[in-house]
């Protein structure tokens, strides 16, 4: 279990990236949802003990924060947000580097534990490749068995899915579903809504460093019950729509357009309610629960 | 603790990793490779062996890791500072960032990583050493000298770089910035500060003095451990500094207390080392300064002369003990009497007759109280008990901290100096150490009167360790308890004591044993010289002949020793004397194998003779043996080369201190003066009348050493000379000056081989005693009745010289009835206010005495006469050399060709030129129709203001220079027009021209310009006086058309003239052309443009045409 009480952070220019953020991330897949620059980012680093928070604390698995951090750091797993560039590291080598400096100090094991996880990241006959040479899913990967090579019991994942195709999404989304089942946390952070639905079964959902919804997708998913609705509109008509309305999709049927919005109510338009999904969700929440929208 | 470690390992390693991986480093490690494989290859393996090298094993790897270190310094800050700057450039370093290690964990295996590959590389450096040298079949690896250099040189530095650049880039954040500032660190340390404040700021102990003995080891062992400290405790300053500055959030709050803690431990161990290696330099100053003031305090304290010494001396490990007894004879009447002794030596008792003396000690001081008034002239016996170790600092009080500082270096290799020696299998003493009591004090700098040493009979007792032989004057015998007894057959000044492994070579010739003491296991020469060993003994004997002959003095001893002693042995020059402490009475030190003399790599310069030579083996051997003699008849020792400036360089030589002359001289004779210490050194030099110096010497300076102590002593006294620091390579010249204006009246009067026999048989008078020099002045102006002793009053100012107007020689071939006679004429007028003495020679008699008046003479030249001096010759006479001695003129010392104009007359010889006569008066021979402009000319010569030159050329060359002439290079002139002698140009009393280097630009950048004042209009011929450079003489610009571009501007006319610069251009006056000239001034300027590579300005001159 992690639990953030009143946590800040003020960056050395001023930046409030963190405001008076409360938290209780319990076992399983925990996602963090938001927008860029929310402070998912700024959260995870300093939930990995990268970053000081400016105030307020962090307790993870009953380990202090900001006192207990080599012990924190012992179980943790982090794949960073960026994970590209490489210092001049064989695949295995960069594997067996994180696996030594966390504590897996017998060559043999360590060997063991290299290979399993080279073999179930699907990495195993590129071992000899220079890291850097890898593609971006492969690099990616490695960053998430990095993570994993030591068992850690929490496991934070800084958007690992962006620039990846569908293909490694749904991969990598199994891999850390199967490693879930291991009473372990894992946060997930994310802007990619789908990361979430289809994998965490609590969330977050952060805006403007602060944490705006904390619970189940599905509890989510209640909040935009009836709040989505289909409008068939003239082309003409499409600017007023969005003019009105936040627009989530627009699709052409014919002469006249199909368009999906999110609203409390529609006014002067013919429109049918409509099943919503964690995105429209996720866009109710942003534009009308949180009141970003505005008609000006 | 295992975890820590553990996790240091692993960051190291991977570190190490990507720096193998990295290009910078393999090139970098390629490189070092090439060079050293190549470098020990030539030193060990090549026909052009380094001696220094073979010599001393241990210079091997000193060498090796010294290159190394400087290539390594540099690259590590480039390669520590890249792990900061990767860390932050990778998004992956985060990942490693989130385990659980330390910052310190992270940081030192970061630092041991990079630490790591170099340590590879000098394990690298080592490894190609060793194999080299186990290749080689002439030396031996040294095994323990790989292990400290690797500790002393390598660690430290390496330590301190890093954990600098380290520090400076979390600090600075900023990599480019970093690589600036420690640039600039190391090419400041390096260039700039190199060996000053005492080598503290020399991290990567470039100028350290690191070399090993075989014999002794490191004899400077703490301050080699201190100093190394001071960077190794530095570096880890910065590395733990570094751990809480580092970027990273510490796994506990409190987790850089620790490191901030030891930061400070070894910040306080550096600075204290810092502090002990700064305060132990100083300390000597301030010690030698206490001893000279306690000499003074003591120096007119009642003495005794020491008549006879028995001294017994035992050694120990690091020390020795000693029983001295003493005769001798109060010189003034006392109850207490002033002894010296080293003061680092403990006194156990003092006895006289059986009673126990009170004595009172005062560092080196011990004032011995008898307990009763011994009159003066009385003679009593006393014995001393004394031992220890010998405190070095108390030698060579009287010379100058600048010049005890100075490193003593040949190529990398830097050397500590010391005076005497005491370790478990050896040790040296020698008089300058004070190993045994003496009477008076010694060096004081506020009366001379310390100086008078006496000689005293000695007989000698040594026991050494086990194993080890003594040696010392006299003939060394072992008695049956161990013990080696010694008593030379001569009184001497002081005796010395060398005790080591020794072995020995010996030959008996001409009643003169011959021997080479050496270290077991140095016998480098025997084999290599095994075709010539039975003439050896010959090529000794013809060497110490030719030395007797040239200065007409014998050599005293029975023995002749030439003694192995360890490389760190320095010596200096004393004011007084030329006798350095290398020369001991019938000995000769020589430091280890001779390192420092490449000659002594027998072996390739016996084969490298045959093939220069194309001689055989033994001839070829002979040349050698006599080559390496010769050190003992050189005056010059090593030459220090120097430039001052672009284009202008300058040589000074020191004294050799392998000269032989004091065997000959100082062992036997002591000639003092309560008033000028330098008394004896000044009949040395009048003895070995050297006053010429090197002619090739001059050609590089511009200016012979002899010309700039006349400078020198027409501005300041004798006395401020001999106190002056920057004059001491000068001295022997100053001294020799003093020496020949001294005793140039009296050889006047009497001739100078006459002046000089009898100089000679005084001194032969005096052999082994002490003699005054006021009384042998006495004594010789007595018997050439001049006044020499109130010249002496002269040296207390400076002196005047005189210019002189050397005509030239004119050879007038006369048939006297059927006899053929050679007339040489030739004039010299003293133009200035003062007399003034000049020296003819005929022919090369340099070094040589000849008592024909006609080829060796002094004639004295009286204010404002001229005098011509003619010689009857029966063949063509040699060339004339005119030396001017103490005169004005540049150069001092003149060669005149008898060849170029010789007139032929058949006639009788006319009674004057009978004999060698001097008519005075002879009217200057000026030619009135001629009119010529010299450099000299300050108001009618003018040279070109300065071009425009770039701010680096124009700093590099901004340089002041005590003297107007300097001397320059022709492959590389001065970019400033530069003043310089030579015989060669043309000059009334100072021969010189200005030299600029010449340029492609069309009118040249600069000119020089002779204004010629015009007598009346008439036809006049140009002329320019050329002097052919050897670059010109010899062709070796290889260019037949270079000419001297001139410009002659008269009335309104403007005309080019030019001169042909070739080897076939004669030398002297050559015609630029015939001009009508009207105005009253002509003004020609030459030009600095020119296809040679400079351009002289001398002079120019106007004939009129009849």
Redesign the interface.
């Known amino acids: 279990m992690i639990t953030i009480k009143g946590l800040n952070k003020v960056y050395s220019n001023g930046n409030h990236a963190l405001k008076d953020i409360n938290l209780e991330i319990p076992a399983g897949m925990f996602g963090l949802l938001g927008p860029n620059g929310a402070g998912k980012s700024t959260l995870m680093r300093i939930l990995?003990?990268?970053?000081?928070p400016s105030s307020g604390e962090v307790n993870i698995f009953g380990y202090d924060l900001?006192?207990?951090?080599?012990?924190i750091?012992?179980i943790?797993g982090?794949?960073?947000q960026?994970?590209?560039?490489?210092?001049?590291?064989k695949t295995y080598?960069?594997l067996d580097?994180?696996a030594?400096?966390?504590?897996i100090?017998s060559a043999k094991k360590r060997k063991q534990a290299v290979d399993t996880m080279l073999d179930s990241v699907g990495l195993f006959d590129v071992r000899e490749r220079y890291?850097n040479k890898l593609s971006g899913g492969m690099k990616r990967r490695l960053?998430i068995a990095?993570?994993l090579i030591h068992n850690p019991k929490v496991i934070i994942v800084d958007e690992p899915t962006s620039g990846l195709d569908p293909e490694e999404r749904i991969r990598f989304r199994n891999l850390l579903s199967e490693v879930s089942g291991n009473d372990v946390i894992i946060i997930l952070s994310t802007h990619i809504v789908g990361d979430i639905s289809s994998t965490c079964k609590r969330m977050a959902l952060m805006n403007n460093g602060k944490i705006s919804f904390n619970g189940s997708p599905q509890e989510m998913l209640k909040h935009a019950e009836g709040k989505v609705w289909r409008i068939k509109v003239q082309g003409d008509e499409l600017q007023q729509i969005s003019n009105l309305y936040p627009v989530i999709s627009t699709i052409p049927s014919g002469a006249i357009w199909e368009v999906q919005v999110v609203a409390d109510e529609i006014k002067d338009y013919e429109a049918e309610p409509y099943t919503p999904n964690l995105e429209h969700a996720y866009v109710y929440y942003m534009e009308n629960k949180l009141n970003l929208w505005t008609n000006d | 603790m295992i975890?820590f470690i553990?996790?240091i390992r692993?960051?190291s390693k991977?570190e190490s990793?990507?720096l193998l991986?990295?290009w910078f480093f393999r090139i970098f490690a390629i490189l070092v490779i090439l060079i050293l494989v190549t470098l020990n290859i030539q030193m060990l393996l090549s026909d052009n062996n380094f001696w220094a090298v073979i010599a001393l094993p241990s210079n091997i790897p000193y060498f090796n890791l010294l290159l190394l270190n400087t290539g390594q310094a540099v690259v590590a800050i480039f390669l520590a500072s890249d792990f900061l700057k990767?860390d932050k450039?990778?998004?992956?370093?985060?990942?490693?960032?989130?385990?659980?290690?330390?910052n310190a964990e992270y940081v030192f295996g970061k630092i041991l990583g990079n630490l790591r590959v170099f340590l590879i590389l000098n394990l690298i450096a080592m490894a190609i050493s060793i194999i080299f040298t186990l290749a080689s079949p002439d030396t031996s690896v040294d095994w323990s000298s790989y292990l400290v250099y690797f500790f002393v040189i390598s660690i430290p530095t390496l330590v301190y770089i890093i954990g600098l650049s380290i520090f400076l880039m979390l600090v600075l954040r900023n990599q480019a910035l970093t690589f600036i500032l420690l640039l600039g660190y190391i090419g400041v340390t390096l260039f700039y500060v190199s060996d000053k404040f005492y080598y503290l700021f020399d991290y990567m102990a470039y100028y350290l003095p690191l070399m090993k003995s075989t014999i002794v080891g490191f004899p400077n062992w703490d301050t080699i451990i201190t100093h190394r400290a001071i960077y190794f405790f530095a570096g880890l300053t910065c590395i733990f500094i570094t751990i809480p500055l580092f970027g990273?959030?510490?796994?506990?709050?409190r987790g850089s207390y620790p490191w901030i803690a030891l930061s400070i431990c070894t910040l306080i161990i550096c600075v204290g080392a810092g502090y002990k290696h700064v305060s132990g330099i100083l300390w000597q100053s301030e010690i030698r300064l206490a001893y000279t003031q306690i000499n003074n305090q003591y120096v007119h304290t009642p003495k005794m002369l020491i008549d006879k010494y028995d001294i017994s001396v035992t050694q120990h490990p690091q020390i020795f003990t000693s029983s001295t007894k003493m005769t001798g004879l109060a010189l003034a009447t006392s109850s207490v009497f002033t002894f010296c002794l080293n003061p680092g030596l403990e006194i156990t008792e003092i006895k006289s007759e059986d009673k126990v003396l009170i004595y009172n000690r005062e560092k080196q001081i011990i004032l011995i109280d008898f307990g009763r008034e011994i009159a003066k002239g009385d003679t009593v016996s006393l014995s001393v008990n004394y031992g220890g170790r010998l405190d070095n600092s108390f030698c060579y009080l009287d010379i100058p901290k600048e010049e005890l500082e100075k490193h003593y270096s040949m190529f990398l290799f830097n050397s500590d100096k010391q005076y005497s020696f005491q370790t478990d299998n050896y040790a040296l003493l020698t008089p300058e150490t004070y190993w045994y009591p003496r009477p008076g004090t010694s060096y004081s700098d506020k009366s001379p009167d310390w100086q008078q040493t006496y000689f005293s009979r000695f007989t000698l007792n040594v026991i050494p360790l086990s194993g080890l032989i003594p040696l010392s004057q006299g003939e060394g015998t072992e008695n049956e308890d161990g013990s080696y007894s010694f008593a030379p057959e001569y009184p001497a000044q002081a005796i010395s004591l060398i005790i080591g492994n020794y072995k020995h070579k010996s030959t008996l010739k001409d009643s003169v044993l011959y021997s080479i003491k050496y270290i077991d296991g140095h016998d480098f020469f025997s084999a290599p010289l095994d075709s010539i060993s039975d003439t050896i003994p010959a090529l000794a004997r013809n060497l110490k002949e030719d030395i007797e002959r040239t200065y007409k003095l014998d050599y005293p001893f029975k023995r002749f020793s030439i003694i192995e002693v360890p490389a760190q042995f320095y010596s200096y020059p004393h004011a007084w004397s030329q006798a350095q402490e290398v020369l001991q009475p019938e000995m000769v030190f020589f430091t280890e194998k001779g390192w420092d003399n490449n000659q002594l790599c027998i072996k390739n310069y016996i084969e490298n003779y045959k093939r220069w030579m194309q001689i055989g083996h033994e001839e070829a051997s002979i040349r050698l043996v006599n080559n390496i003699l010769s050190i003992f008849a050189r005056t010059e020792g090593n030459f220090n080369f120097s430039s001052s400036g672009r284009g202008t360089y300058n040589i000074t030589s020191q004294a050799n201190p392998y000269f032989i002359f004091p065997q000959l001289f100082n062992f036997r004779y002591n000639i003092y003066s309560p008033d000028w210490a330098v008394a004896n050194r000044v009949v040395e030099l009048y003895l070995q009348n050297n006053l010429a110096g090197n002619e090739w010497e001059r050609e590089v300076n511009g200016i012979s050493s002899s010309e700039k102590a006349s400078l020198l002593l027409e501005k300041n006294t004798f006395k401020d000379l001999l106190s002056d620091v920057e004059q001491r390579n000068l001295m022997n010249s100053i001294a020799g000056l003093k020496a020949a204006q001294l005793f140039a009246p009296a050889e006047l009067k009497m001739g100078v081989g006459v002046f000089r026999d009898f100089l000679y048989r005084i001194l032969k008078d005096n052999t082994f005693r002490n003699v005054k020099l006021e009384s042998i002045l006495d004594t010789m102006g007595k018997i050439s009745e001049t006044d020499i002793l109130s010249n002496l009053a002269t040296w207390n100012n400076p002196v005047p010289l005189p210019v002189y107007d050397i005509g030239e020689p004119e050879v007038i071939h006369v048939n006297d009835r059927g006899v053929d006679f050679f007339v040489l004429n030739v004039v010299i007028s003293n133009n200035s206010d003062y007399d003034g003495i000049v020296q003819i020679n005929l022919g090369d008699t340099r070094g040589q005495q000849d008592d024909d008046l006609r080829t060796n003479r002094k004639v004295l030249i009286p204010a404002h006469k001229s005098k011509q001096l003619t010689s009857i010759w029966d063949n063509e006479p040699d060339d004339l050399t005119v030396n001017t001695m103490i005169s004005g003129n540049l150069p001092s010392i003149i060669r005149l060709s008898t060849k170029t104009s010789i007139k032929n007359e058949t006639r009788k010889l006319t009674e004057q030129e009978r004999d060698y006569i001097l008519p005075e008066n002879i009217s200057d021979n000026v030619r009135s129709d001629e009119v010529i402009v010299d450099n000299e000319d300050t108001t009618l010569f003018i040279l070109s203001k300065e071009a425009n030159i770039g701010l680096l050329p124009k700093w590099m060359d901004n340089t002041k220079t005590q003297f107007k002439y300097s001397g320059f290079g022709w492959w590389r002139p001065p970019i400033r027009w530069t003043a310089t002698t030579n015989a060669g140009y043309y000059g009334k009393y100072i021969r010189s021209a200005y030299v600029v280097k010449s340029v492609s630009t069309r009118g040249g950048t600069q000119t020089a310009t002779w204004n010629i004042p015009v007598p009346v209009p008439a036809y006049y011929e140009l002329y320019y006086h050329v002097f052919k450079d050897n670059s010109v003489r010899y062709n070796w610009n290889r260019n037949n058309n270079a000419e001297y571009k001139f410009k002659v501007a008269y009335g309104k006319d403007v005309e080019d003239a030019y001169i042909r610069m070739t080897n076939s251009t004669n030398d002297g006056w050559e015609q630029l052309g015939v001009y009508y000239f009207e105005s009253d001034t002509v003004s020609v300027t030459l030009s600095n443009e020119c296809k040679l590579n400079s351009v002289t300005a001398d002079a120019v001159k106007i004939v009129r045409r009849r």
Do not use: M
């Open positions: 990995v003990a990268l970053l000081e900001r006192k207990k951090r080599k012990e750091r012992s943790l982090y794949l960073p960026d994970f590209r560039f490489f210092a001049k590291y080598e960069f580097y994180a030594r400096l966390s504590g100090n890291a960053g990095q993570a | 975890s553990r996790h692993y960051v991977f990793k990507l991986r990295g990767r450039k990778l998004d992956t370093s985060e990942v490693f960032y989130v385990r659980p290690l330390s990273r959030l510490p796994n506990s709050s």
